[in-house]
């Protein structure tokens, strides 16, 4: 059996926490992200997760509930604080962004 690929479309404002090999979370099913573009992710579903799940369910459409990765949103708050010194900067070149 094949995997089922959904590609999913976020309010904008939601984008920048979705990145490749990422995680999110549609209707409580943790995935990991394969593709971004703009506001939009993709991500394969195996056979089984489709069986057992609401994902197996999903249609051209369908609305779902998305939860971001939860590391992007600690790490953009701690670098609103930037109480440490931690800076985008610094991050990049350190090889975390």
Do not use: C, W
């Amino acid at each position: 059996a094949r995997s089922i690929r959904l590609g999913i479309e976020i309010p904008q404002e939601y984008a920048r926490y979705v990145a490749k090999k990422g995680s999110v979370s549609l209707d409580g099913v943790s995935l990991t992200v394969n593709e971004v573009s703009g506001n939009t992710f993709e991500i394969n579903i195996i056979p089984h997760t489709a069986d057992v799940t609401i994902i197996g369910g999903y249609k051209k459409g369908t609305v779902v509930n998305v939860e971001v990765d939860l590391l992007a949103r600690y790490l953009e708050r701690l670098l609103a604080q930037d109480t440490d010194g931690i800076s985008m900067d610094f991050l990049k070149a350190n090889g975390y962004a």
